[in-house]
């Protein structure tokens, strides 16, 4: 069996290839020398290229731009837009006219002008007038600026909170020591607050007070009661011993010769404020701490190392109407004269401490004249 080469020219490819080369190259003469394709031919894509003839054709005619085109006036139009420009008083179209500069100056109105927009200008008058008293123009926002030239008025100028009380000199000074039947009238009447432990002014005495148990009670086999009454029964001043807390020790390192102190009776029926003593000698050192038959005894509290004070006090009063502890919580609620009495706020402590307007009210709670040496 034979086999056919592809250079053979009855081979299908070969006849394929002159066909596509004979169908290409007419064109290509044809667009070389000029000549449209005829009729029939395939054309290649896009805009065909222009013959000479065409192009000298086409070069004669005026070339039309983009867009719209020129509008071509008359010679009535052209005369008519000319005599518009010329007369100022003829509208001359859409958008902002043109200034036309004339030979004469206008006068400047009074009226101010509006410069665009926003706030308008301020017209500077320039006059020789004298200045004008008047204060001036607010100018601007926020608060107008005072006149220093204004006279100042004579109404005193109130300040904030409750104004001052005056006192007038046909009014007489009332005596904050005179007797108040009711001890409410005097917490109120005092204006400043008393500061804590602090001493009368007229007297530099401070005001303490110390508790006591009136009742029998065996401790290690010993009574511990002692009353008012024995106080007032003692023959020589009583040392005020056992008290074995470190705040009420440090109380007592405060007390001095002369100071007064309100005798409590505690834990028995009716505590409370019996009577008055004074304190005659200063803190020293408790030696009933050292001693192990003692109630109190403390084995760390030795001679060498002393932990406890004693002070000694001597009896001066007895009320009749003892301050009961129910009276003294009842005036010593939130707002009340005995609001913060120390012993009310630390009742555990058997020794604190009494600011001189308490030291007065419990004084009239118990119906006692107030002195001012007392």
Known sequence: MSTMSDNDTGSPSKQIQEEMSGAIHPV???????????????????????????????????????????????????????????????????????????????????????????????????????????????????????????????????????PRKSITTDEPVANTESKIEDPDEEDRATSQPV?????????????????????????????????????????????????????????????????????YHSNCKVPGVVGIMEIVREHSIDESAFDSKHPYYDPKSTPTAPKWVVVHVEFRKKFNNPVTLTDLKLHGQPGKALENLQTLKQSRLSVSSVTPAQWRYILRMAGEEVRANS
């Open 195 to 263: 500061r804590e432990s602090s001493p009368l002014e007229d007297t530099g005495r401070s005001y303490w007070l110390m508790k006591a148990e009136p009742e029998s009670r065996l401790e290690k086999g010993v009574d511990v009661k002692f009353s008012i009454d024995d106080l007032a029964a003692a023959k020589e001043p009583e040392p005020w011993d056992g008290v074995r807390n470190p705040v009420a020790r440090n109380i007592m390192k405060e007390m001095k010769q002369g100071d007064y102190a309100f005798f």
């Open 28 to 162: 290509e003469e044809i667009t070389k020398s000029g000549t449209s394709p005829q009729t029939g031919e395939k054309r290649k894509r896009g805009r065909p290229r222009k013959t000479p003839d065409e192009v000298t054709k086409s070069s004669d005619e005026p070339k039309r731009g983009r867009g719209r085109p020129r509008k071509v006036l008359s010679e009535t139009e052209i005369a008519a837009a000319a005599a518009a420009a010329a007369s100022p008083g003829v509208k001359r179209g859409r958008g902002r006219p043109r200034k036309e500069s004339g030979t004469t100056t206008a006068q400047p109105s009074t009226t101010p002008k509006k410069d665009g927009r926003g706030r308008p200008r301020k017209e500077q008058v320039a006059t020789t007038d004298s200045p004008s008293t008047e204060p001036k123009k607010k100018d601007g926002r926020g608060r107008p600026r005072k006149n220093p030239a204004a006279t100042p008025s004579t109404t005193p100028k109130r300040g904030r909170g409750r």
